[in-house]
Structure formats: structure tokens, C-alpha cells
């Protein structure tokens, strides 16, 4: 959901506390991953690898390869083809957006970027995910559902874990340049190679853009500006091998974008690094542990009529562990210790403040007669609040024919950001924090059907997740028009989401279609849609090589959104990508990539435009 209030979210067609989301889409096209013969593996649905086929959650699986050839710039663009996933933006590159998985938004879906939660302790609680730049990404998971009790506070749409790029065994580098619509540029330089038992991965990108105005000019009455972007990013991973089965790593991550807003008459810049030393040790033959200790600061800063400045730190310790059990069944056990805070440094509406974040876990997973079981179970103590249980239980049984039965029922809560509890505005039209603000609560049902055979995937499922308890800004005092956040808001949503990939003939195909009901349970407003939410949401795109260059087609829809900030319905939209690439010589290829072919004028957040008609060529140099 969308909790935010138009004094927090929006003054005169203007991001407010979307003044702490400051990035979205840039108009390039993903191509959705092409099918193989084998079985993509996820991590997400039990913390260890394993076939996408014995998957009980439901997951989406992006890998290196596929991010390459969708030639999207960032992490945004690249999602938007994932199934149950919608995109908001206030405008084009580098603006404020939102990520919606099965209706549920901001701080009820959880980002993980190499394991650390990126969602801001602000007043949005949205995770900045313009800003992580696809050179710099080895492979991103969504799980679609409630998975608090293996992922913590905020699983209850769903979970997008991003991994960054790693070390590889043998010498891989690459140079990258690219041109395109709206003063576009990229560039980029990745090197990976294995000295001895020490494996080395080093690289830089960078992004610029022109962009377009965010505001729509007729309706803003501001000027007809572009609001530029500018991104570097620079990557590092270092794995020492110490032993047989145990090694070392450190890694670091830093992307800092810049950017205009509000036709130009404003600025800003988000700043994010991640720092994390690990260590894999297998005790034993049946014992696998992971130790890692990781650093994530955010910092963002507007200049303008809202100039503001905050800094997001979340320091955390986590130990996990996997036990191979006899008869296949694997157990998992661990712990997070987390130190969540945000300092404003006196520049911002929310005070320097901090707390604890720490939980345990465990889970067992296997086969008994038959049928697959999966059970988590995790305890989380945060700061301020009592102490939260929550369950995952799964099941799937294999009927014949590559069909599978699953289901599964599952609980989740979600902590307050800092910002929730703690901002305020003093004076006339401001705001008083609500350290009293208690944790959303929600529970989850799932039923579905999978077929697998070769490359050939299908799943359908039947999914229902409700939440009470949730943030809503509002009006403790009408004649100042003071507000505050408070637990009255509660939603459901249930749906159909259909998803399918495969390849046959030398064709590759993909698919995606989800029918869903978010409604708003909140007092006065029962029976409403959820502001910003499709009811119906489709994907589909095939590939196909054509005399030595693989060519590619991508369709999006959305169904109508009520956007309750401009008061209106937006309009329903097709968007339509081609894309194309060959190899030149060994060492020499090519990529193009035309985004919204019919320059389809459409918007997510009222009065803020959309990509029009765009084309970007790319050529990249790999020596080795």
C-alpha cells in the first residue's frame, strides 16, 4: 500500500517525503530471460540454492545473462516484467517511484541488496531502487507473498533480493559504451579473474540522461524542463579460498546519483554504500555455515523549496547455517542482529534516533510420502515494540505428468520506519510523531498448480494476503490541519497470477497475468480499491534469432489506477519494446533497444509524465 498523506507525499503535484525516494525508471526496455534447457536455481524461498521447479513460494528469477541482454539501465525497469509487479514514478530518470508487488507497497515489501535491508527509515520506508545500476548486478530474486518467517519485518508483499556483482573463477572482463534518446550515455568496465585461491571482480559504470520534464507542463504550470540524472557506480569483491570448503570474501558497493526535479527548479542526490565481509565454512559434510557482518548507508539530500538531508544506517550481523538431515530433508537455523538509525544532522523533520533489530530463525524442509513440507519459524525482537513470532508453512505433492500440487499459509509483521514514529513538522499544517505507532499484522493463504517439462514452466496460483493494523496518515487537528500516522488502515488482496516461460523451435517466450482485488478495509473506505493498484497487470515477449542477430518483442499492460492525491482515474495503457543484439566478432557486439514503440502517453503518480518513444544503441569490447 501507499500510505502517504498529500502533506508528506505530494505539495502541488510534488514529492514530499517522496523527497526521500528520489529515484524511478529511465526509459530503457528489459527483455525478460530468455528460457534454457535447465532449470533456473533460486535462493530466496529457503536461504540455499535449489531447482526453481521445487520452489514452494512463489519466485522470480533474473540471472547476469538476462540482465545483459535487457539493456535496462536500472533496477526499476528491470522488474517491471516480473509477474504481480507494478512500477510507479513521478516522472522520468531519477524521480520518486514505488515498487508494488500484489498490491502492497513501500515499506511492506522488503529490498535486500547482498542481504541488507535498503528500505529507508524515513517517512516512505521505500527502498531507493533507481539508484542500483544493472552493470553492477549479478542476479535479482522477488518472491511474491508473505515470507516474514524466513525474511523478518516487512515481508508482506513480498521480498526483491539483489545480489551484486562477484568474483567469477576464470578471466572475464568487458567494456561497454552506449547512446541513446534524451542526451543519454552509459558506459562501463568490469574486470574478474582468479590469482592462486584468490578471486578478484572490479568494476565502474556510469549513467547520464537529459530525461524529460517529470510535471506535466499543462497541468504543473511550471516549465517546459528535463530533469536530468547522473549515476556512478563502482563494484568491488575479493575471495580468499582458505581451505577445502571454507572461504573469505569482502565486498563493497557504492552508487551515488544526482538528479533534477520539478521541471528543473530543484535537486538532489542519493548516495548508497554496502560493505560486507563473509565467511562460508563447511563444518563437516552435512554442515554448511555462513557468517557475514555488513555496513549499508544511504544518504539523501534536496535542495530546492524542501531542502532536506538524511543518512540511513543499518549495521548487521548474521549467522546462518544448513544441515543436510537424512532421507533428503534439509533443517536451517541462524540469527540477525541488526542496529537500525537515521540522522538528519539538523537538516530534516525527523530526529537522530536508533534502535535494535535482532531475531532467530530456523526451518526444515523435505519429502514424507510423497509430499514436500516446508516449515519456518522466526522470532524478531525490535526496539521499542514486543517481540513478534511468525510461521511459513508450505506444501507440494507431485501428481504425474510434471504437475504439481502446492499450498501454503503464513503470517507476517511489519515494524514502523523510524521516520513513522518519529516525524514532525511544528507549526500550522504540521505534523506530531506517534512513538505509540504499533506493527502491521497480516496472514496469507496460497493455492496453485505448476507444470514443468524441459524449458517449459507454468504456474498458476490463487493467492490472499490481509493486513490490519496498517499506517494511514491523518488529521488529529482540523483546525491547524496537523496530522500524524496512526494503525487504522487495513487492506486485502486476492488474486490469479498466471506465469510461464519456455523455448521451443529457437524460439524463446515468455508470459505473465495477474488478476487481483486490493481493497481498502479502513474505516470509510471499506470496499475501495487500494490507491494505485491495477486490477489486472500482463506481460509477454518472445526472442527469436534472425540472420545472426537475436531479435526480441516485450508487451506490458496496466488496468486502470485510482490515484487519490489528483483525485482521478488513470488511464489504462499498452507499452510496447523491441530490442536486438549480435555478436560482431569474438570480441565485438552490439545491442539496440526501442522502448514505448508507439510513444504511448501514459502516467502512474497524476500530472507526472512517463517515458515517451526512446532508442539506445549499445557496443561492447570483451577481450578475453
Do not use: C
Amino acid at each position: 500500500m501507499d500510505h502517504r498523506h498529500p502533506k508528506i507525499a505530494r505539495s502541488r503535484l510534488r514529492p514530499r517525503v517522496a523527497a526521500f525516494v528520489v529515484l524511478a525508471g529511465s526509459g530503457s526496455a528489459v527483455h525478460a530471460a530468455p528460457a534454457t534447457a535447465l532449470a533456473p536455481v533460486v535462493v530466496s524461498s529457503t536461504t540455499y540454492p535449489e531447482p526453481l521447479t521445487s520452489s514452494l513460494p512463489s519466485v522470480s528469477v533474473i540471472t547476469r545473462d538476462e540482465i545483459a541482454a535487457s539493456g535496462a539501465p536500472n533496477l526499476t525497469i528491470l522488474l517491471r516484467q516480473a509477474t504481480g509487479v507494478e512500477i510507479t514514478s513521478y516522472g522520468g530518470t531519477g524521480q520518486a517511484g514505488n515498487v508494488f508487488v500484489r498490491g502492497f507497497s513501500g515499506p511492506d515489501v522488503l529490498v535486500l541488496v547482498d542481504g541488507v535491508a535498503i528500505n529507508a527509515q524515513d517517512a516512505s520506508g521505500n527502498a531507493y531502487l533507481s539508484n542500483l545500476q544493472t552493470r553492477q548486478i549479478e542476479r535479482v530474486e522477488i518472491v511474491r507473498g508473505n515470507v516474514s518467517a524466513i525474511y523478518g519485518s516487512g515481508a508482506v508483499g513480498g521480498v526483491v533480493l539483489i545480489t551484486t556483482r562477484r568474483a567469477s573463477t576464470a578471466p572475464v572482463a568487458s567494456v561497454t559504451a552506449g547512446v541513446g534518446s534524451r542526451g543519454s550515455a552509459s558506459s562501463a568496465i568490469n574486470a574478474s579473474t582468479r590469482v592462486g585461491a584468490t578471486s578478484l571482480q572490479a568494476g565502474f559504470s556510469r549513467y547520464t540522461t537529459q530525461g524529460i520534464p517529470s510535471l506535466d507542463p499543462v497541468q504543473s504550470g511550471l516549465p517546459n524542463q528535463s530533469d536530468g540524472y547522473r549515476n556512478d557506480t563502482v563494484d568491488l569483491a575479493i575471495r580468499q579460498q582458505l581451505a577445502p570448503g571454507q572461504s573469505l570474501g569482502l565486498h563493497a558497493y557504492d552508487s551515488q546519483g544526482r538528479f533534477t526535479y520539478d521541471n528543473a527548479t530543484a535537486g538532489g542526490n542519493t548516495h548508497q554504500r554496502i560493505t560486507t565481509i563473509d565467511a562460508d565454512d563447511h563444518i563437516g559434510a552435512a554442515w554448511t555455515s555462513h557468517l557475514s557482518l555488513a555496513q549499508q548507508t544511504t544518504d539523501s539530500g534536496f535542495t530546492g523549496a524542501y531542502a532536506l538531508a538524511y543518512r540511513t544506517r543499518i549495521g548487521k550481523l548474521e549467522w546462518r547455517n544448513v544441515v543436510d538431515l537424512e532421507s533428503g530433508w534439509k533443517a536451517t537455523a541462524g540469527l540477525d542482529l541488526e542496529h537500525q538509525s537515521i540522522d538528519s544532522s539538523g537538516q530534516g523533520d525527523i530526529p537522530s534516533t536508533s534502535r535494535h533489530a535482532n531475531a532467530l530463525f530456523a526451518g526444515i524442509d523435505g519429502q514424507i510420502s510423497g509430499n514436500e513440507l516446508q516449515v519456518n519459524i522466526r522470532r524478531d525482537d525490535i526496539g521499542g515494540f514486543s517481540a513478534q513470532d511468525t510461521a511459513y508453512l508450505g506444501w507440494g505433492h507431485a501428481v504425474g505428468a510434471g504437475f504439481k500440487l502446492i499450498a501454503s499459509a503464513s503470517t507476517a509483521f511489519n515494524a514502523p520506519p523510524l521516520g513513522y514514529l518519529y516525524y514532525q513538522v511544528p507549526g500550522t499544517f504540521g505534523t506530531i510523531p506517534n512513538p505509540s505507532l504499533r506493527p502491521e499484522k497480516a496472514h496469507s493463504l496460497e493455492a496453485g498448480v505448476q507444470w514443468a517439462s524441459g524449458a517449459q514452466y507454468v504456474r498458476a496460483t490463487l493467492f490472499q494476503t490481509a493486513a490490519h493494523d496498517q499506517w494511514a496518515y491523518v488529521t488529529v487537528d482540523s483546525t491547524n490541519g496537523i496530522g500524524q500516522f496512526q494503525n487504522i488502515a487495513s487492506a486485502r488482496t486476492r488474486g490469479l497470477e498466471l506465469t510461464a516461460h519456455g523455448s521451443r523451435a529457437g524460439w524463446n517466450w515468455h508470459g505473465n497475468f495477474t488478476l487481483q482485488d486490493p481493497v481498502n478495509l479502513s474505516p470509510g473506505a471499506a470496499g475501495a480499491t487500494l490507491p494505485l493498484v491495477a486490477h489486472t497487470l500482463a506481460n509477454a515477449g518472445v526472442e527469436h534469432v534472425f540472420a545472426g542477430a537475436t531479435l526480441g518483442a516485450d508487451a506490458h499492460f496496466s488496468s486502470t489506477r485510482y490515484d487519490p492525491f489528483g483525485g482521478h482515474d488513470l488511464g489504462a495503457y499498452a507499452v510496447f519494446d523491441l530490442s536486438a543484439r549480435r555478436s560482431i566478432d569474438r570480441h565485438w557486439s552490439w545491442n539496440l533497444r526501442v522502448d514505448n514503440l508507439f510513444n504511448r502517453k501514459y502516467q502512474t503518480n497524476y500530472g507526472y509524465e512517463r517515458e515517451p518513444f526512446g532508442a539506445f544503441i549499445g557496443l561492447t569490447w570483451t577481450p578475453t
